[in-house]
Protein backbone atom coordinates (compact mmCIF):
# COMPACT_ATOMS: atom_id res chain seq x y z
CA UNK A 1 0.00 0.00 0.00
CA UNK A 2 1.73 3.41 -1.26
CA UNK A 3 3.45 2.27 -3.46
CA UNK A 4 2.85 3.77 -6.50
CA UNK A 5 3.22 6.96 -4.10
CA UNK A 6 6.98 6.15 -2.99
CA UNK A 7 8.51 4.89 -6.42
CA UNK A 8 10.50 1.60 -6.66
CA UNK A 9 13.50 3.12 -5.73
CA UNK A 10 12.49 4.96 -2.51
CA UNK A 11 14.74 3.96 0.48
CA UNK A 12 11.37 4.50 2.76
CA UNK A 13 9.35 2.13 0.88
CA UNK A 14 12.71 -0.65 1.05
CA UNK A 15 12.55 0.22 4.65
CA UNK A 16 9.15 -0.51 5.57
CA UNK A 17 9.29 -3.91 3.28
CA UNK A 18 12.27 -5.29 5.10
CA UNK A 19 10.71 -4.33 8.42
CA UNK A 20 7.11 -5.73 7.78
CA UNK A 21 6.30 -8.96 9.01
CA UNK A 22 3.64 -9.87 6.90
CA UNK A 23 3.95 -13.01 4.12
CA UNK A 24 4.47 -12.24 1.22
CA UNK A 25 4.70 -14.23 -1.73
CA UNK A 26 4.70 -14.07 -5.87
CA UNK A 27 1.35 -14.71 -7.82
CA UNK A 28 1.55 -17.98 -9.23
CA UNK A 29 2.86 -18.80 -12.52
CA UNK A 30 2.56 -22.06 -13.21
CA UNK A 31 0.87 -22.16 -16.45
CA UNK A 32 3.73 -19.87 -17.85
CA UNK A 33 6.66 -21.52 -16.53
CA UNK A 34 4.96 -24.68 -17.64
CA UNK A 35 5.14 -23.09 -20.84
CA UNK A 36 8.44 -21.62 -21.26
CA UNK A 37 9.83 -25.42 -20.19
CA UNK A 38 7.81 -26.57 -22.98
CA UNK A 39 9.60 -24.68 -25.78
CA UNK A 40 13.11 -24.92 -23.96
CA UNK A 41 12.77 -28.85 -23.94
CA UNK A 42 11.43 -28.64 -27.51
CA UNK A 43 14.19 -26.25 -29.38
CA UNK A 44 16.73 -27.14 -27.17
CA UNK A 45 17.07 -23.67 -25.16
CA UNK A 46 18.78 -23.22 -21.61
CA UNK A 47 16.60 -21.18 -19.47
CA UNK A 48 18.65 -18.90 -17.51
CA UNK A 49 16.50 -17.14 -14.28
CA UNK A 50 17.23 -14.21 -12.60
CA UNK A 51 18.04 -13.43 -9.16
CA UNK A 52 14.91 -14.22 -6.64
CA UNK A 53 15.31 -13.42 -2.90
CA UNK A 54 14.50 -15.95 -0.72
CA UNK A 55 12.14 -14.61 1.11
CA UNK A 56 9.57 -12.03 -1.32
CA UNK A 57 9.90 -8.95 1.26
CA UNK A 58 13.50 -8.53 0.18
CA UNK A 59 12.75 -8.22 -3.34
CA UNK A 60 13.41 -4.76 -2.75
CA UNK A 61 17.25 -5.56 -3.00
CA UNK A 62 16.60 -6.67 -6.59
CA UNK A 63 14.41 -3.08 -7.26
CA UNK A 64 17.44 -1.82 -9.63
CA UNK A 65 16.56 -4.68 -12.05
CA UNK A 66 13.50 -2.93 -12.72
CA UNK A 67 11.98 -0.09 -14.22
CA UNK A 68 9.84 2.68 -12.62
CA UNK A 69 6.82 0.84 -13.27
CA UNK A 70 8.05 -2.03 -10.97
CA UNK A 71 7.27 -4.63 -14.35
CA UNK A 72 9.56 -4.32 -16.88
CA UNK A 73 13.28 -4.27 -16.54
CA UNK A 74 15.64 -1.34 -16.14
CA UNK A 75 18.78 -0.45 -17.91
CA UNK A 76 20.35 -1.69 -15.48
CA UNK A 77 18.14 -5.49 -15.75
CA UNK A 78 18.13 -5.44 -19.27
CA UNK A 79 22.60 -5.31 -18.64
CA UNK A 80 22.13 -7.97 -16.37
CA UNK A 81 20.02 -10.09 -19.23
CA UNK A 82 23.02 -9.96 -21.34
CA UNK A 83 25.88 -10.35 -18.51
CA UNK A 84 24.14 -13.80 -18.13
CA UNK A 85 24.25 -14.65 -21.82
CA UNK A 86 27.71 -13.61 -22.12
CA UNK A 87 28.55 -15.89 -19.25
CA UNK A 88 26.96 -18.81 -20.11
CA UNK A 89 28.45 -18.88 -23.98
CA UNK A 90 31.73 -18.02 -21.80
CA UNK A 91 31.67 -21.33 -20.12
CA UNK A 92 29.60 -23.64 -22.77
CA UNK A 93 30.43 -22.02 -25.59
CA UNK A 94 28.51 -22.74 -28.87
CA UNK A 95 28.10 -25.25 -31.54
CA UNK A 96 30.80 -24.21 -34.22
CA UNK A 97 28.76 -26.01 -36.88
CA UNK A 98 24.96 -25.39 -35.86
CA UNK A 99 22.62 -27.32 -37.66
CA UNK A 100 20.26 -24.71 -39.10
CA UNK A 101 17.20 -25.72 -41.08
CA UNK A 102 15.54 -24.35 -44.02
CA UNK A 103 11.99 -22.65 -43.56
CA UNK A 104 9.68 -25.15 -44.68
CA UNK A 105 7.68 -22.80 -46.86
CA UNK A 106 8.05 -19.19 -48.34
CA UNK A 107 7.12 -17.22 -45.12
CA UNK A 108 7.45 -13.78 -44.59
CA UNK A 109 7.89 -11.69 -41.31
CA UNK A 110 7.79 -8.08 -42.15
CA UNK A 111 8.06 -6.25 -38.58
CA UNK A 112 9.40 -2.43 -38.23
CA UNK A 113 8.94 -2.32 -34.42
CA UNK A 114 12.78 -1.68 -33.84
CA UNK A 115 14.01 -0.36 -37.20
CA UNK A 116 11.12 2.30 -38.45
CA UNK A 117 11.66 0.91 -41.88
CA UNK A 118 8.66 -0.84 -43.36
CA UNK A 119 8.80 -3.35 -45.92
CA UNK A 120 6.96 -6.55 -47.44
CA UNK A 121 3.86 -4.46 -47.10
CA UNK A 122 1.40 -1.71 -49.25
CA UNK A 123 -0.50 0.69 -46.83
CA UNK A 124 -2.54 3.50 -47.84
CA UNK A 125 -2.50 7.15 -47.22
CA UNK A 126 -4.19 6.99 -43.84
CA UNK A 127 -1.08 5.37 -42.00
CA UNK A 128 1.53 7.08 -40.23
CA UNK A 129 4.92 5.75 -39.72
CA UNK A 130 5.62 7.24 -36.34
CA UNK A 131 7.89 6.47 -32.75
CA UNK A 132 5.64 6.22 -30.09
CA UNK A 133 8.13 5.44 -27.46
CA UNK A 134 11.40 6.64 -25.87
CA UNK A 135 13.10 3.74 -26.07
CA UNK A 136 12.81 3.71 -29.99
CA UNK A 137 10.08 1.66 -31.07
CA UNK A 138 8.05 2.63 -34.40
CA UNK A 139 4.23 1.74 -35.31
CA UNK A 140 1.93 2.17 -38.10
CA UNK A 141 -0.37 4.56 -36.44
CA UNK A 142 -3.97 5.10 -38.00
CA UNK A 143 -5.04 8.64 -37.46
CA UNK A 144 -8.45 8.25 -39.35
CA UNK A 145 -11.50 6.20 -39.14
CA UNK A 146 -10.36 3.51 -40.85
CA UNK A 147 -7.09 2.43 -43.41
CA UNK A 148 -6.21 -0.44 -45.68
CA UNK A 149 -2.65 -2.90 -45.65
CA UNK A 150 -2.04 -4.74 -48.74
CA UNK A 151 0.28 -8.02 -48.07
CA UNK A 152 1.00 -10.50 -50.71
CA UNK A 153 1.29 -14.29 -50.07
CA UNK A 154 4.02 -15.45 -53.05
CA UNK A 155 3.52 -19.17 -52.76
CA UNK A 156 0.91 -21.52 -54.62
CA UNK A 157 -1.28 -22.17 -51.59
CA UNK A 158 -2.85 -20.89 -48.55
CA UNK A 159 -0.81 -19.58 -45.76
CA UNK A 160 -1.95 -17.91 -42.24
CA UNK A 161 -1.71 -14.16 -41.98
CA UNK A 162 -0.87 -12.76 -37.91
CA UNK A 163 -0.44 -8.84 -37.20
CA UNK A 164 0.73 -7.59 -33.94
CA UNK A 165 -0.54 -4.37 -32.62
CA UNK A 166 -0.10 -2.70 -29.66
CA UNK A 167 -2.69 -2.97 -26.49
CA UNK A 168 -2.27 -1.14 -22.90
CA UNK A 169 -3.62 -3.70 -20.52
CA UNK A 170 -5.89 -4.17 -17.92
CA UNK A 171 -7.46 -0.70 -19.68
CA UNK A 172 -6.81 -0.56 -23.25
CA UNK A 173 -6.32 3.37 -24.60
CA UNK A 174 -6.14 2.00 -28.17
CA UNK A 175 -9.87 2.00 -29.87
CA UNK A 176 -11.61 -0.93 -30.75
CA UNK A 177 -10.50 -2.42 -34.15
CA UNK A 178 -12.99 -4.35 -36.48
CA UNK A 179 -10.63 -6.46 -39.48
CA UNK A 180 -11.61 -7.44 -42.85
CA UNK A 181 -9.52 -9.90 -44.75
CA UNK A 182 -9.97 -9.53 -48.55
CA UNK A 183 -8.58 -11.14 -51.14
CA UNK A 184 -7.63 -9.92 -54.66
CA UNK A 185 -10.25 -12.01 -56.38
CA UNK A 186 -13.07 -10.68 -53.43
CA UNK A 187 -14.92 -14.10 -54.02
CA UNK A 188 -13.54 -16.41 -51.20
CA UNK A 189 -11.39 -16.14 -48.23
CA UNK A 190 -13.69 -12.98 -46.59
CA UNK A 191 -13.46 -12.56 -43.01
CA UNK A 192 -14.41 -10.30 -40.15
CA UNK A 193 -13.85 -10.04 -36.71
CA UNK A 194 -13.14 -7.54 -33.95
CA UNK A 195 -9.46 -7.48 -32.39
CA UNK A 196 -9.57 -8.70 -28.88
CA UNK A 197 -8.11 -5.88 -26.36
CA UNK A 198 -6.66 -7.88 -23.59
CA UNK A 199 -3.38 -9.17 -22.78
CA UNK A 200 -2.55 -12.56 -21.91
CA UNK A 201 -4.15 -13.55 -18.74
CA UNK A 202 -1.09 -14.07 -16.74
CA UNK A 203 -0.09 -10.62 -17.09
CA UNK A 204 -3.36 -10.17 -14.58
CA UNK A 205 -3.73 -6.82 -13.20
CA UNK A 206 -0.71 -5.80 -13.30
CA UNK A 207 -0.23 -2.43 -15.95
CA UNK A 208 1.50 -3.32 -19.21
CA UNK A 209 2.10 -1.75 -22.30
CA UNK A 210 2.92 -4.33 -24.99
CA UNK A 211 1.86 -5.45 -28.37
CA UNK A 212 0.13 -8.41 -28.78
CA UNK A 213 -0.26 -11.38 -31.93
CA UNK A 214 -3.57 -12.72 -33.66
CA UNK A 215 -4.07 -15.06 -36.29
CA UNK A 216 -6.21 -12.81 -38.96
CA UNK A 217 -7.44 -15.76 -40.88
CA UNK A 218 -6.12 -17.88 -44.57
CA UNK A 219 -4.62 -15.69 -47.52
CA UNK A 220 -4.75 -17.09 -50.67
CA UNK A 221 -1.81 -16.89 -52.88
CA UNK A 222 -1.49 -13.22 -54.77
CA UNK A 223 -2.98 -9.82 -52.73
CA UNK A 224 -4.65 -9.76 -50.02
CA UNK A 225 -6.07 -6.43 -48.42
CA UNK A 226 -6.56 -5.95 -44.90
CA UNK A 227 -8.92 -3.62 -43.73
CA UNK A 228 -9.04 -2.14 -40.38
CA UNK A 229 -11.96 0.46 -38.80
CA UNK A 230 -12.58 2.09 -35.81
CA UNK A 231 -15.73 1.37 -33.72
CA UNK A 232 -14.95 3.01 -30.96
CA UNK A 233 -12.36 5.88 -30.51
CA UNK A 234 -9.78 5.99 -27.46
CA UNK A 235 -7.06 8.09 -26.39
CA UNK A 236 -4.56 7.10 -28.65
CA UNK A 237 -4.46 5.70 -32.09
CA UNK A 238 -4.19 2.10 -33.36
CA UNK A 239 -0.37 1.04 -33.46
CA UNK A 240 0.39 -1.96 -36.09
CA UNK A 241 3.73 -3.20 -35.35
CA UNK A 242 3.89 -6.67 -37.83
CA UNK A 243 2.40 -8.08 -40.03
CA UNK A 244 3.10 -12.24 -40.68
CA UNK A 245 2.76 -14.53 -43.44
CA UNK A 246 3.29 -18.28 -42.36
CA UNK A 247 2.35 -21.67 -43.14
CA UNK A 248 2.82 -23.01 -39.33
CA UNK A 249 0.10 -22.55 -36.94
CA UNK A 250 2.11 -20.00 -35.02
CA UNK A 251 -0.51 -19.84 -31.57
CA UNK A 252 -1.10 -22.03 -29.72
CA UNK A 253 -4.67 -23.09 -27.93
CA UNK A 254 -4.32 -20.21 -25.68
CA UNK A 255 -3.25 -17.32 -27.91
CA UNK A 256 0.02 -17.72 -27.01
CA UNK A 257 3.39 -18.10 -29.32
CA UNK A 258 3.35 -22.05 -29.90
CA UNK A 259 7.53 -21.86 -29.55
CA UNK A 260 8.28 -20.56 -33.30
CA UNK A 261 8.50 -17.33 -32.40
CA UNK A 262 8.90 -15.61 -29.12
CA UNK A 263 8.92 -11.86 -30.48
CA UNK A 264 5.20 -10.66 -29.17
CA UNK A 265 6.75 -8.43 -26.34
CA UNK A 266 7.81 -5.32 -26.50
CA UNK A 267 11.55 -4.76 -26.31
CA UNK A 268 11.52 -7.78 -28.79
CA UNK A 269 12.71 -10.88 -28.45
CA UNK A 270 14.93 -13.61 -30.54
CA UNK A 271 13.81 -16.08 -32.42
CA UNK A 272 14.76 -19.54 -32.10
CA UNK A 273 14.61 -22.15 -35.18
CA UNK A 274 14.51 -26.01 -34.50
CA UNK A 275 18.08 -27.56 -33.89
CA UNK A 276 20.05 -24.69 -32.90
CA UNK A 277 21.63 -24.57 -29.17
CA UNK A 278 20.06 -21.26 -28.04
CA UNK A 279 19.75 -19.05 -24.51
CA UNK A 280 16.58 -18.24 -23.74
CA UNK A 281 15.53 -15.96 -20.66
CA UNK A 282 13.50 -16.55 -17.82
CA UNK A 283 12.98 -12.80 -17.45
CA UNK A 284 9.41 -11.69 -18.35
CA UNK A 285 10.05 -10.36 -21.56
CA UNK A 286 7.62 -7.03 -22.18
Known amino acids: HGMEHWGIYSEGMHKAFRATEDDWHLSAQDRRGAFQE ?21 WVDYAFLLAEDYYHKSATGHAEVARRIKRYIREHGVPANPRVNKWVSMDSCNTWFDTGHVTGIGVDHNWQLHQFSETGKFALELHFHKGTITAYNPSNHNMNIYIAYMITSPSNAYPRMTVKIESEHKIAHQQRFVLKETGPEYY ?24 FKAIEHRSMPFRLVSVIISNEDMLNSVGQPNGITTWVCQEGCTCYKPGVKSVASLFRCT
Open 38 to 58: MVAKKYNCVILPMPTPRKMKN
Open 204 to 227: RDNPVHIHIMEKLGIMPPGKTYIK
